[in-house]
């Protein structure tokens, strides 16, 4: 058990409005991401960071925001949230510096109307 | 373009068939390749890692297996309970310091008793 919370696990919400998930871990790993997956794609890196106040882009950044002021915390923000971003989330980290052996989070599930 | 592709999309199997599952990939600079499994509405789960052609890794009834162009993940005598999405996972430089891993859409296994 890597020790990664995410929040909330489900969320409907309208189109425009602004949405964060937070992913929370126990211990002190420097890597952390977020991703999306959705159906006929394979899971898509949205954002990740390498520190606090280190973040990059992944390869599907648009419309998404983070942050990451705390070691443990790593923040995804939807500004104003479109149909199109209805999506599971999934918070990941890395306990090997930046690898692709990755410890996921249970997801967060969010439907934007 | 890096590609992952696995196939099939979808196996059946009954209790005690043996099988494989692919993932080959187009990739320059291959610095890993990662299987993970999926059960529904959970995050993946990281299984294996593979880094060079010719090596193996083996876990209970999994077996993973590389080449330079695809990967098997070998399941011999197969359990009701390794019914899940196997996904694949390449990861490679991607200029610098950075680090890019991309992902299959994966293979749904079913396992019949």
């Known amino acids: 058990d890597a020790g990664i919370t995410q929040s909330p696990r489900h969320k409907v919400t309208e189109t425009g409005t602004p949405v964060t998930l937070r992913c929370h871990q126990t211990?002190?790993?420097?890597?952390m991401y977020w991703y999306r997956q959705d159906p006929g794609h394979g899971l898509r890196l949205i954002h990740y960071?390498?520190?606090?106040?280190?973040?990059d882009k992944g390869e599907v950044s648009d419309g998404y925001s983070v942050s990451r002021s705390k070691t443990e915390d790593f923040l995804l923000t939807l500004e104003s949230a479109t149909s199109s971003q209805t999506s599971v989330y999934f918070c990941?980290?890395?306990?090997?510096?930046?690898?692709?052996?990755?410890?996921f989070g249970e997801g967060s599930r969010l439907t934007v109307l | 373009e890096d590609q992952v592709t696995q196939s099939p999309e979808a196996l059946r199997l009954q209790e005690g068939e043996s099988s494989s599952l692919n993932c080959s990939y187009t990739?320059?600079?291959?610095?890993?390749l990662f299987w993970y499994r999926q059960d529904p509405g959970k995050g993946p789960e990281f299984l294996f890692t593979l880094y060079s052609a010719g090596e193996e890794k083996e876990k209970e009834r999994l077996k993973a297996t590389l080449t330079k162009k695809e990967s098997f993940l070998h399941i011999t005598a197969p359990k009701p309970e390794d019914s899940a999405t196997y996904l694949c996972a390449v990861g490679v430089d991607s200029g610098g310091s950075n680090y890019k891993l991309t992902f299959g859409k994966g293979t749904l296994l079913t396992v019949n008793p």
């Open positions: 211990e002190n790993h420097r890597y």
């Open positions: 960071s390498y520190g606090v106040k280190d973040t």
């Open positions: 990739v320059s600079g291959l610095r890993g």
């Open positions: 990941a980290i890395s306990v090997q510096g930046n690898t692709g052996e990755l410890f």
